[in-house]
T-cell receptor
Framework: NAGVTQTPKFQVLKTGQSMTLQCAQD?????MSWYRQDPGMGLRLIHY???????DQGEVPNGYNVSRSTTEDFPLRLLSAAPSQTSVYFC???????????FGPGTRLTVT | GNSVTQMEGPVTLSEEAFLTINCTYT??????LFWYVQYPGEGLQLLLK?????DKGSNKGFEATYRKETTSFHLEKGSVQVSDSAVYFC????????????FGKGTRLHILP
């Protein structure tokens, strides 16, 4: 099992550009989430999904879109990048009802 | 609402010192409680958990006891090692429709040899 994979590992964008952060898991987990991690702010939930075809907003959803067309993939789209979106982004997955959440290695995004 | 408060870091200790990282929570209902650890350059991984009051979670020499009366879940280790240097996150989970996991802000721990 590869677990939770994220691509790219690093990305630099200019203000206004769009891009998609990829996340995939091979553990057949129903529940997937996207977090951003900022200094002094901990982990904040952006969007989450309880299964294919179902997504919902977390704590800080503005400026981000998600979709969940398959169980395995949960891409995060930045529609028009802003410097405030400079952060480290983590994707996570778990089985619904399970306690342990598995995290990907993260994507470090810089918006200039 | 549901939230987690943990002590601010960084915490700097010498090797073999005793460690406590405080965590308190506010929750509607009966949460499960977790400690996650993030080593440099990596994602988070589950360190230990407790699912009901008075449960003690333990792993790799770390322990935390679910105290409902004080709404706390403090992380302790009797003798830290340099390899314990990491960021530690306290988290809670409420089993409701959303089933979210809510994280504290994290505490950075530095262990000096």
């Amino acid at each position: 099992n590869a677990g939770v994979t994220q691509t790219p590992k690093f990305q630099v964008l200019k203000t206004g550009q769009s891009m998609t952060l990829q996340c995939a898991q091979d553990m057949n987990h129903e529940y997937m989430s996207w977090y951003r991690q900022d200094p002094g702010m901990g982990l904040r939930l952006i969007h989450y999904s309880v299964g294919a075809g179902i997504t919902d907003q977390g704590e800080v959803p503005n400026g981000y879109n998600v979709s969940r067309s398959t169980t395995e993939d949960f891409p995060l789209r930045l529609l028009s990048a802003a410097p405030s979106q400079t952060s480290v982004y983590f994707c996570a997955s778990r089985r619904t009802g399970d306690y342990e959440q598995y995290f990907g290695p993260g994507t470090r995004l810089t918006v200039t | 609402g549901n939230s987690v408060t943990q002590m601010e870091g960084p915490v700097t200790l010498s090797e073999e010192a005793f460690l406590t990282i405080n965590c308190t929570y506010t929750a509607t209902g009966y949460p499960s409680l977790f400690w996650y650890v993030q080593y440099p350059g990596e994602g988070l991984q589950l360190l230990l958990k407790a699912t009901k009051a008075d449960d003690k979670g333990s792993n790799k020499g770390f322990e935390a006891t679910y105290r409902k009366e004080t709404t706390s879940f403090h992380l302790e280790k009797g003798s830290v090692q340099v390899s314990d240097s990491a960021v530690y996150f306290c988290a809670l989970r409420i089993m409701n429709r959303d089933d979210k996991i809510i994280f504290g802000k994290g505490t950075r721990l530095h262990i000096l040899p």
